[in-house]
C-alpha cells in the first residue's frame, strides 16, 4: 500500500508527474502509457539496467586485475576459498541480524530529532525509510545520502532543510563515537603488544592528529547548533546580504528550516535520548562485528578489545563510497588483519569480503523490498539532488 504523502511526489509510481517525465501521456494514442520513441530519438536503458551493467563491468575489471596482479604471486587460492568454507554459519546469521538490528536503532533515534517539530512518524516508517536509504547509498554512493531526509520530511510533512539538519546531527554523532573508537585503539596497541611497521606507524600517527581535529570540530558544531543558534544565523544572514532579494529569502526559510532540525540538541532529555540511542546502536554495531569474528577460525579467538581496535582503524575506511562496490573500508581491513594481527593474506582478504557485505550489502534485499512496498521508482531518484524542495 502505497502512503498517502508520498503519492503526489515525482519518485513514487503512482500520482501526477511532470510533463518532462512523461514520455506519452495517458491516453494518448494505442500505446497509451508507454514510452515510445520518435524518429531519431535514442532508446535510454533504465538507470537500473545501466547501473547493474555498471556494477558487472567493474566486478569484471575488478576480477581480470586481480588475476593478472596474482598469478605470478604467492597468493594462495586454495587458502582464500578455504576461508569461505569454515565459516560457521551460526555466529554469521547472529551477526548479519545484529547488523539488521542496527537500522531500527537508527530509525529510533531519527524519531527523537523529529519530537522537537511536534511531528509523530511510526517506527516501521523510519525504518522503511532507514533501510531504503542505506540501499540507496549502496547502489548510488554518497549522492544516495540525500535520500534518506528527503523520505522522512516527506511523510512528516516538514522542510527538507529540517531533516538535511538531523542528518548532519547524526553524522556528527557517529563520527564522534569512531573517533573515540579509533583514539581507544591507539591506546591499547601497546598494551597488547602489537607490531607495527614504520609506514603503519606514520599512519597511525596522522590518524591521532586527524582525531584531534574533526572531534573538535564536530564538539564545535554541537555547541554553536546547541547554545548560540540565533546569533550564528543572524551572522551568516548578515553575511549573504549580496544576494538578491529572492535568493536571499529561500536562504533565511532554508537556515530557519535548518535550525529547526537541530532543536533536538537543545532539550536536555532528547539530547540525552539521541546520545542513549547512540551508545546503544554502537555496542550492537561491535556485537555483529564480535560474531563476525566468532564466525571465522583465524579470528574466532579475538576478544572484544580487539574487536573495538579493530573496528576504530578500519572505520575511517567507510568515508569513501564507491556505487556498488563499496569502499577503502575493504583495503583497511586487509591492512590491518595482516599488519597488526599477522593474518594471512588470502584469510584477511577473504573476511575483508564479508565485512563488506555485512557493513553494506546486507541491507539491500531489504531495502529493495521496502521501497517496492512503499511503491518508489528508483529510476526518478537521479532526479533527487535537483529536484527536492528545500
Same mark, same amino acid.
Given at each position: 500500500m502505497i502512503r498517502s504523502s508520498l503519492e503526489s511526489k515525482i519518485y513514487i509510481l503512482e500520482g501526477p508527474r511532470p510533463a518532462y517525465q512523461v514520455a506519452n501521456p495517458p491516453g494518448s494514442g494505442a500505446h497509451a502509457g508507454r514510452a515510445i520513441p520518435t524518429t531519431g530519438e535514442s532508446v535510454t536503458l533504465p538507470i537500473w539496467l545501466r547501473r547493474l551493467l555498471f556494477i558487472a563491468l567493474g566486478a569484471i575489471i575488478v576480477a581480470a586485475l586481480l588475476l593478472y596482479r596474482f598469478r605470478s604471486t604467492p597468493f594462495q587460492w586454495q587458502l582464500f576459498l578455504t576461508t569461505f568454507y569454515r565459516v560457521n554459519w551460526i555466529w554469521l546469521g547472529l551477526s548479519i541480524c545484529l547488523m539488521l538490528l542496527t537500522y531500527v536503532g537508527r530509525a529510533l533515534r531519527w524519531e527523537v530529532m523529529l519530537r522537537p517539530l511536534n511531528r509523530t512518524l511510526s517506527l516501521r516508517t523510519l525504518t522503511y525509510d532507514t533501510a531504503i536509504g542505506f540501499t540507496? /547509498?549502496? *547502489? *548510488?554512493?554518497?549522492?544516495?545520502? *540525500?535520500?534518506?531526509?528527503?523520505?522522512?520530511?516527506?511523510a512528516a510533512d516538514v522542510p527538507f532543510s529540517s531533516q538535511m539538519a538531523a542528518w548532519l546531527l547524526e553524522r556528527m554523532l557517529d563520527l564522534l563515537v569512531v573517533?573515540?573508537?579509533?583514539?581507544?585503539?591507539?591506546?591499547?596497541?601497546?598494551?597488547?603488544?602489537?607490531?607495527?611497521?614504520? +609506514?603503519?606507524?606514520w599512519v597511525l600517527g596522522a590518524g591521532g592528529y586527524l582525531v584531534t581535529f574533526l572531534g573538535a570540530a564536530c564538539l564545535l558544531l554541537l555547541v554553536l547548533f546547541r547554545n548560540f543558534s540565533v546569533p550564528v544565523r543572524r551572522r551568516l544572514m548578515s553575511a549573504l546580504t549580496f544576494l538578491p532579494q529572492k535568493h536571499y529569502e529561500r536562504a533565511e526559510q532554508m537556515l530557519a528550516s535548518f535550525s529547526q532540525g537541530m532543536e533536538s540538541t537543545r532539550d536536555p532529555a532528547f539530547l540525552a535520548? =539521541?546520545?542513549?540511542? @547512540?551508545? &546503544?546502536?554502537? &555496542?550492537?554495531? *561491535?556485537? +555483529?562485528?564480535?560474531?563476525l569474528f566468532r564466525s571465522f577460525p583465524a579470528t574466532a579467538n579475538f576478544e572484544i578489545t580487539d574487536v573495538v581496535i579493530? %573496528?576504530?582503524?578500519?572505520? %575511517?575506511?567507510?568515508?569513501?563510497?564507491?556505487?556498488?562496490?563499496?569502499?577503502? #573500508? !575493504?583495503?583497511?581491513?586487509?591492512?590491518? =588483519? @595482516? !599488519?597488526?594481527? +599477522?593474518?594471512?593474506?588470502?584469510?584477511? @582478504?577473504?573476511?575483508?569480503? %564479508?565485512?563488506? #557485505?555485512?557493513? %553494506?550489502? /546486507?541491507? /539491500?534485499?531489504?531495502?529493495?523490498?521496502?521501497?517496492?512496498?512503499e511503491g518508489i521508482n528508483w529510476s526518478k531518484l537521479k532526479h533527487l539532488p535537483q529536484d527536492v524542495p528545500l
Amino acid at each position: 500500500m502505497i502512503r498517502s504523502s508520498l503519492e503526489s511526489k515525482i519518485y513514487i509510481l503512482e500520482g501526477p508527474r511532470p510533463a518532462y517525465q512523461v514520455a506519452n501521456p495517458p491516453g494518448s494514442g494505442a500505446h497509451a502509457g508507454r514510452a515510445i520513441p520518435t524518429t531519431g530519438e535514442s532508446v535510454t536503458l533504465p538507470i537500473w539496467l545501466r547501473r547493474l551493467l555498471f556494477i558487472a563491468l567493474g566486478a569484471i575489471i575488478v576480477a581480470a586485475l586481480l588475476l593478472y596482479r596474482f598469478r605470478s604471486t604467492p597468493f594462495q587460492w586454495q587458502l582464500f576459498l578455504t576461508t569461505f568454507y569454515r565459516v560457521n554459519w551460526i555466529w554469521l546469521g547472529l551477526s548479519i541480524c545484529l547488523m539488521l538490528l542496527t537500522y531500527v536503532g537508527r530509525a529510533l533515534r531519527w524519531e527523537v530529532m523529529l519530537r522537537p517539530l511536534n511531528r509523530t512518524l511510526s517506527l516501521r516508517t523510519l525504518t522503511y525509510d532507514t533501510a531504503i536509504g542505506f540501499t540507496a /547509498v549502496v *547502489l *548510488l554512493g554518497r549522492p544516495g545520502e *540525500l535520500v534518506r531526509p528527503y523520505l522522512i520530511s516527506v511523510a512528516a510533512d516538514v522542510p527538507f532543510s529540517s531533516q538535511m539538519a538531523a542528518w548532519l546531527l547524526e553524522r556528527m554523532l557517529d563520527l564522534l563515537v569512531v573517533l573515540l573508537l579509533f583514539g581507544f585503539g591507539l591506546t591499547r596497541i601497546p598494551a597488547h603488544g602489537l607490531h607495527l611497521g614504520p +609506514s603503519l606507524r606514520w599512519v597511525l600517527g596522522a590518524g591521532g592528529y586527524l582525531v584531534t581535529f574533526l572531534g573538535a570540530a564536530c564538539l564545535l558544531l554541537l555547541v554553536l547548533f546547541r547554545n548560540f543558534s540565533v546569533p550564528v544565523r543572524r551572522r551568516l544572514m548578515s553575511a549573504l546580504t549580496f544576494l538578491p532579494q529572492k535568493h536571499y529569502e529561500r536562504a533565511e526559510q532554508m537556515l530557519a528550516s535548518f535550525s529547526q532540525g537541530m532543536e533536538s540538541t537543545r532539550d536536555p532529555a532528547f539530547l540525552a535520548l =539521541l546520545l542513549g540511542y @547512540t551508545a &546503544m546502536e554502537w &555496542m550492537i554495531i *561491535l556485537a +555483529s562485528y564480535y560474531t563476525l569474528f566468532r564466525s571465522f577460525p583465524a579470528t574466532a579467538n579475538f576478544e572484544i578489545t580487539d574487536v573495538v581496535i579493530f %573496528f576504530g582503524f578500519v572505520a %575511517f575506511g567507510s568515508i569513501v563510497q564507491i556505487p556498488g562496490i563499496g569502499g577503502g #573500508i !575493504q583495503v583497511a581491513s586487509i591492512i590491518v =588483519l @595482516t !599488519q597488526i594481527y +599477522s593474518l594471512s593474506l588470502e584469510a584477511a @582478504t577473504g573476511l575483508a569480503i %564479508f565485512i563488506w #557485505i555485512i557493513t %553494506f550489502v /546486507v541491507v /539491500v534485499p531489504f531495502g529493495l523490498l521496502c521501497a517496492f512496498h512503499e511503491g518508489i521508482n528508483w529510476s526518478k531518484l537521479k532526479h533527487l539532488p535537483q529536484d527536492v524542495p528545500l
